[in-house]
């Protein structure tokens, strides 16, 4: 029995949802999103009491499968029009900068060109810091958008053109993330023979 499908899903007043089939529309102030849920999935929408509900038609691997995932992802559908998602990034390294140009997004790394990403249609970038000063204050922009998918992987796109390494800490890291550093080579000293 999934707890989390059989939990109903509040929408806030700024959102308007439109059910034909299993096809949900979700609007709101931050965008408008659309899925199809399997056939297996039943979903009702309540609009004098503002919620969603999910059931499944049968009870075969892939309709309790489906029931939470279906659940989590209408929820997150109702959040991101309604709040939208961000994720923050941090770019370590003597030199580097972002910049947003047009659609397009910048990134200077230390390549012999700068990384140049397309933004996904619904995204924005914002750079509260274009450029790192030193190792120690690194530069910073989030990623915003209504669909919490696409901005966690237009995110992890970014992050693998640079990976943080373990020595300096130089590359692109999530707001917060601890990276584990290893100690460099130490060279001993004394007399060679």
Not at 48 to 77: P, V, Y
Request: aromatic share 6%.
């Amino acid at each position: 029995m999934s707890r989390i499908g059989n939990k109903a899903i509040e929408v806030p007043a700024a959102v308007k949802v439109d059910l034909a089939g299993t096809r949900v529309k979700v609007q709101g102030p931050k965008g408008t999103l659309e899925w199809s849920a399997p056939e297996q999935i039943e979903i009702a929408h309540d609009a004098a009491a503002k919620r969603i509900t999910i059931k499944r038609r049968s009870e075969d691997k892939f309709s309790r499968a489906m029931h939470g995932t279906a659940r989590a992802l209408i929820n997150n559908m109702v959040r991101g029009c309604a709040t939208g998602f961000e994720r923050g990034l941090e770019l370590y390294g003597t030199g580097y900068s972002v910049k947003v140009e047009g659609k397009n997004f910048s990134i200077n790394v230390g390549f012999a060109k700068p990384v140049i990403l397309a933004i996904p249609a619904g995204v924005t970038v914002t750079i509260e810091v274009p450029q790192t000063r030193g190792n120690d204050v690194p530069a910073k922009f989030k990623i915003v958008g209504p669909d919490k998918q696409v901005v966690g992987q237009f995110a992890r796109s970014i992050k693998d053109v640079r990976p943080p390494e373990p020595y300096q800490g130089k590359g692109i890291r999530y707001e917060g993330e601890q990276i584990r550093r290893k100690q460099g080579k130490a060279f001993a000293g004394g007399a060679g023979g």
